[in-house]
């Protein structure tokens, strides 16, 4: 017997959260890298970042290696799930916009319906472009990301650092990265959980990750999270 295949709901409160979910614990091994030198983390010199002579292998490291490379393939996940992709100049597209269109069976966010049936929006590269910079902090380090151009870098390190053998080093692991993350995690929320006044299916987005960090470092993390989103929020304006 044929299967129905899943339904615009179980995306909403499974698969996209579960996703959101990966993506802040990429957010997690990132910081976990960062601070592993300091009394601020619990992983210590166990983290999986690569030295002058390789990495590094320990139960504790492959796990968070892991962790850091489904992050990567979970961003480019999110950002098509948008309706963004990246041509094959470095910039970041409308999907629609590309020869190549979508499998039948993919998800997009048109697929989901408001409470008067419309679809939700795609997002178009000008929206990504209007945010322009995000100006975060974490412990004291500040750090710039031009947010379309992060976008973009990040989905080519999807395909290139974690889906691909490449001889080039492309590091995926910096504060740039994470806050990149952040603004991801918020735009999700904001075009789609805001939309729908659905906010209350994230209520545990983080709590198994976020659990390894350091009450220090977790409360960096928590602020961090907020500004981002409100960034976003700003941004973005929100038709109900």
Excluded at 45 to 51: G, R, V
Excluded at 98 to 114: A, E, L, N
């Amino acid at each position: 017997m044929a299967t129905t295949g899943y339904e615009p709901e179980d995306f909403l409160k499974e698969h996209i959260p579960y996703r959101l979910e990966l993506l802040d614990t990429y957010c997690t091994a990132i910081l976990l890298g960062i601070y592993s030198g300091q009394s601020s983390s619990r992983i210590a010199s166990e983290f999986i970042l690569p030295t002058e002579y390789g990495f590094k292998l320990t139960p504790t490291t492959q796990i968070f290696n892991i962790a850091l490379e489904t992050g990567l393939i979970t961003f480019r996940l999110l950002i098509e799930f948008l309706g963004l992709t990246v041509d094959v100049s470095g910039e970041l597209k409308a999907i629609e916009a590309k020869v190549v269109k979508r499998r039948m069976d993919d998800f997009p966010i048109s697929k989901i319906q408001d409470v008067n049936g419309e679809s939700l929006a795609a997002v178009n590269p000008d929206t990504i472009a209007d945010l322009k910079v995000f100006e975060g902090t974490f412990l004291g380090s500040g750090v710039t990301v031009d947010v379309k151009t992060k976008f973009a870098e990040m989905y080519v390190q999807a395909n290139k650092a974690a889906a691909h053998l490449v001889q080039r080093e492309r590091p995926y692991h910096g504060l740039d990265n994470y806050l990149a993350c952040l603004v991801l995690r918020s735009l999700v929320e904001v075009v789609v959980y805001d939309r729908l006044n659905e906010r209350k299916l994230l209520k545990n987005l983080g709590v198994w990750s976020n659990t390894l960090l350091h009450p220090s470092v977790l409360e960096e993390h928590d602020r961090a999270v907020s500004e981002a989103y409100k960034f976003v929020r700003r941004k973005i304006a929100i038709q109900h």
